[in-house]
């Protein structure tokens, strides 16, 4: 009798079937993943408890650890340090490096004011451009590199500027001075193509 019954592959109730499937494997797929997240909540509760346990609880009433007692155990350069010796080292770096743009543009008829100004672009001559950012790849090359012979500093320098190095680190000093409300000004008010 039901050897020879077609297989109905179609129409509401096969339908519905296929529905509750779905349903019944979306069901079983949200349970397990709610049974994982619960088994991964429980063994990191394990590890926290496990970690109070070993690291004891400093004493409130302790002193900090001096710098002395942690390069006496071999422990004394940490992120603070690195932080304070990076800012000294980029304090002292950038000072150079503007004061090298500020020399190269009074040599130019400029100089740095508290004025708004209309901008690098519009004040300065390209060739003006290219002789300001030579002075600040020099200071910058001359920085790292005291003892360079003067070929290659030349050398160096000549090919930074073709690179675009020397643009870019114009760009970024004037930028950053005009964010600090210092701008590019002619010595000559109202001549802002530099002297003639």
């Given at each position: 009798?039901?050897?020879?019954?077609?297989?109905?592959?179609?129409?509401?109730?096969?339908?519905?079937?296929?529905?509750?499937?779905?349903?019944?494997?979306?069901?079983i797929g949200l349970a397990y993943w709610r049974l994982l997240a619960a088994v991964r909540a429980k063994a990191h509760a394990k590890e926290v408890a496990f970690a109070a346990r070993v690291q004891p609880v400093p004493d409130a009433?302790?002193?900090?650890?001096?710098l002395a007692e942690r390069f006496a155990r071999g422990d004394?350069?940490?992120e603070a340090i690195a932080a304070r010796v990076h800012q000294h080292a980029n304090r002292d770096y950038y000072l150079l490096l503007l004061r090298s743009?500020?020399?190269?543009?009074?040599?130019?008829?400029?100089?740095l004011s508290v004025t708004p100004g209309p901008g690098m672009s519009a004040m300065l001559l390209p060739e003006v451009q290219e002789r300001v950012a030579r002075a600040i790849c020099v200071a910058k090359l001359t920085s790292?590199?005291?003892?360079?012979?003067?070929?290659?500093?030349?050398?160096?320098?000549?090919?930074?500027?073709?690179?675009?190095?020397?643009?870019?680190?114009?760009?970024?000093?004037?930028?950053?001075?005009?964010?600090?409300?210092i701008f590019l000004a002619p010595r000559t008010p109202g001549d802002f193509f530099g002297p003639r």
């Open positions: 009798m039901f050897v020879n019954a077609p297989i109905i592959l179609s129409g509401p109730r096969f339908h519905a079937a296929v529905c509750l499937l779905v349903f019944i494997l979306i069901f009433a302790a002193q900090p650890e001096t004394g350069l940490d743009l500020e020399a190269a543009l009074k040599l130019e008829g400029y100089v790292y590199a005291p003892r360079i012979d003067r070929a290659a500093l030349d050398r160096t320098v000549t090919r930074d500027l073709e690179e675009g190095n020397g643009e870019i680190w114009l760009n970024t000093l004037v930028g950053g001075l005009a964010s600090a409300g």
